[in-house]
């Protein structure tokens, strides 16, 4: 068996009250309860009945509910706002999850096209399909693809142009975590390389809570109270969570930032048993050990169970037994045991439940933190804990590391039988980075679809910027510049510390002139390009890169080296060239080149004509004119073979030689001139931040919209 450790490297998540992973830490750790009423989706007046099992009424009016479950931003996703009420606002909400976990994870999404990046989206009913054939008139060609499970997961590998397996997986309640469970498998077979695995739920008809008061599992008030004597069945929810998954050993080679790692994972089926919806305590027993044994970890070494805890009275028995059975093993007294669901904070979100339950688990694996359990008064007179060293947490505790430490485990039962178990680790320790002689200043990029979506993701940024003081200034720009895509409305800032970052997005955000902020918008066409090269260079700067950019030292060596005698023409010239190097290091690119003096050579060399060292030779070996460039002259020639920007490989008439130059990198980049920004920043020590995401400009998309 492969039992290779997989990373969590993203999160995405909108759950109740709580829409992304900051969010749900902050609404787990301060104990809130986001059950709610149900919003005006039915009338539930009408719906309601207090009496279980009357006919054609719900005995709840609670439940676990999104907030703007129509909007959508369907042009960021390139589908015609006309069609986009009639898909599925799961398959959607997918889509906008998704890409949100891939910003959190650092990821650009556009270098994911043709890879073997894998989609596993746990999905098991749809109430839209039921609301779009209503209206048997209104029925195409598109209705399938609107509605059938599978294009949950096939949209998203459709959106991103990814080739490895593309899937919905259907087992109820436990869809999510055996999601999670088969990306895994993917990922140690080779089939994939990167994994995006989670799942959605929402509840936009009454159907299905008629159906389920009927059946006697929902509690009256809408609230998970699991463990509890006054636990009466479970409270739906609504959401979506996905994660990003990679190999661990690639993830610390791309030095990625591991949230988490899942050490192993099993999946089983009941059999049969009293019912096929009736939980079987032995299946339970067996998927929690082979899933400890998948993982190569005992079992008294876990100190966190995050359990199915569906707030049935007999179910919570059944799972807390075979909990016993398998956990208490071998255990000390000493040894701890916390075991919470959260559900009783947001409700049974059924196929994305798990996903809730991983989130919370790798959220608290990150905070050193076990949040509490809600609605715990008293305990389920069916359970004891006694003999034991299993606690419950009703308040936040925190969470010591136990000797190998912290692990968790994350239970997953399927209404139909099919469990799901997996053990979930803390984060390896990051390797220490060797501090080296950095830039004094850098470059942080922003971009959007859209100007307002870019007013937006400056708010988000300023808000964050202000929010987190220590920020590392080079690792936030390094994270914004590589891990986002680049879209066509753009913002570039110069900048030197987070203080002096907060000014300047607060000046935009205001629109109000500041230095160092460039915008701008990229055209079809990247800029044509001019690289000029005077007759003089800046020594001083020559220096500071020389210190800071290898790829300046590796060039301006490769011309001086073996030169037995350097004059003021050989400085400039290897100054110059080593320029050129460095702007070509970062993926720029001239289209044309002009010198003067010294520079004429390096021209010279860069076009291609002879090499650096040739170039150099025939330099020292004549006299090198030095008329002046003729500025007008030149600009004239450029201008007519239509250039758009000149980069001066030279001296700055300011004297801020750092400024000028990322100055230029700025305009270069809101122009739409292609960046290598891994380049730019690759031979520095950074790591991967969690920033802000992109701000959809969500629009209500329902069926009575399209066209």
């Not at 709580?18 to 009338?43: C, Q, S």
């Not at 661990?248 to 089926?269: M, Y």
């Amino acid at each position: 068996m492969n039992t290779e450790p997989i990373a969590i490297i993203g999160m995405g998540c909108r759950f109740p009250k709580a829409p992304n992973p900051d969010a749900f830490w902050e609404m787990l750790e301060a104990g809130v309860d986001a059950i709610t009423e149900a919003p005006a989706r039915w009338d539930v007046d009408a719906l309601y009945h207090p009496l279980p099992r009357t006919p054609g009424r719900m005995c709840t009016r609670w439940g676990g509910f999104l907030e703007d479950v129509d909007g959508f931003d369907p042009l960021f996703f390139r589908i015609m706002p006309s069609r986009a009420g009639r898909i599925d606002p799961q398959h959607r909400l997918v889509l906008e999850v998704a890409w949100e976990a891939l910003e959190h994870a650092g990821i650009d999404a556009t270098g994911l096209a043709g890879s073997a990046t894998g989609v596993f989206i746990g999905i098991s009913h749809s109430d839209h399909d039921r609301l779009l054939y209503q209206d048997r008139l209104g029925i195409d060609g598109h209705n399938g693809p609107n509605t059938y499970h599978c294009f949950a997961a096939n949209r998203l590998s459709y959106f991103l142009n990814v080739r490895g397996p593309s899937m919905a997986v259907d087992t109820a309640c436990s869809s999510s975590l055996v999601a999670v469970h088969l990306a895994c498998q993917s990922l140690r077979s080779g089939e994939t390389d990167l994994a995006l695995a989670g799942g959605v739920n929402l509840n936009l008809t009454p159907e299905e809570f008629v159906a389920l008061s009927f059946l006697g599992v929902l509690s009256a008030d809408g609230r998970c109270k699991t463990f509890d004597a006054r636990a009466d069945g479970y409270g739906r929810g609504e959401g979506c969570g996905i994660v990003v998954l990679k190999r661990l050993a690639d993830a610390l080679a791309a030095r990625d930032a591991v949230l988490a790692v899942i050490r192993g994972s099993a999946v089983n089926h009941g059999g049969l048993s009293n019912g096929i919806t009736a939980p079987n305590g032995a299946a339970q027993q067996e998927v929690l050990r082979r899933a400890l044994a998948a993982a190569a970890v005992d079992p008294d070494r876990v100190s966190l169970v995050e359990a199915m805890g569906t707030g049935t009275g007999l179910g919570d028995q059944i799972e807390m037994a075979a909990l016993k059975a398998v956990y208490m093993k071998n255990r000390a007294p000493d040894q701890p045991l916390w075991i919470g669901a959260v559900k009783t904070n947001i409700g049974h979100l059924e196929a994305a439940s798990g996903m809730a339950s991983l989130i919370k688990v790798v959220l608290a694996l990150q905070h050193r933190r076990i949040p509490p359990h809600l609605h715990l008064r008293q305990l389920n007179p069916r359970i004891t804990l006694d003999g034991t060293s299993f606690a419950i947490p009703t308040r936040s505790e925190p969470w010591h590391p136990p000797s190998g430490g912290r692990l968790a485990a994350v239970s997953a039962f399927g209404f139909g039988g099919t469990n799901a178990h997996m053990i979930v680790e803390e984060a390896p320790g990051a390797e220490p980075l060797v501090p080296g002689v950095d830039r004094p200043l850098h470059v942080l990029t922003l971009s959007a679809r859209t100007p307002g979506a870019l007013a937006d993701l400056a708010r988000r940024y300023l808000t964050f910027v202000r929010t987190h003081p220590s920020l590392s200034i080079a690792d936030a720009c390094f994270t914004a510049n590589v891990g986002r895509t680049h879209f066509d409305h753009r913002l570039a800032v110069v900048t030197r510390t987070t203080a002096q970052l907060s000014e300047q997005l607060e000046a935009f955000v205001r629109e109000v002139a500041m230095p160092g902020l460039f915008r701008g918008q990229a055209g079809r066409n990247r800029p044509r390009l001019a690289f000029v090269f005077p007759a003089r260079a800046h020594h001083g700067m020559a220096r500071q890169l020389y210190a800071t950019q290898p790829a300046f030292r590796r060039a301006f060596d490769s011309c001086v080296e073996g030169v037995p005698v350097i004059d003021e023409d050989a400085r400039i010239f290897s100054i110059e060239y080593a320029l050129a190097a460095l702007w070509k290091s970062w993926g720029v690119e001239p289209d044309v080149v002009v010198g003067d003096g010294p520079g004429e050579y390096v021209a010279a060399c860069v076009a291609g004509d002879f090499t650096a060292r040739d170039g150099l030779r025939l330099l020292l070996g004549g006299a090198a004119t030095r008329g002046g460039l003729d500025t007008a002259r030149a600009t004239d020639s450029l201008s007519r073979q239509r250039v758009d920007f000149l980069v001066t490989a030279g001296a700055s008439e300011s004297g801020d030689d750092w400024t000028a130059l990322l100055n230029a990198v700025a305009a270069l980049y809101v122009r739409g001139a292609p960046i290598d920004w891994a380049s730019f920043d690759g031979e520095y020590p950074r790591r991967r931040l969690q920033l802000p995401t992109y701000p959809f400009q969500r629009r209500p998309c329902r069926i009575s919209n399209t066209d």
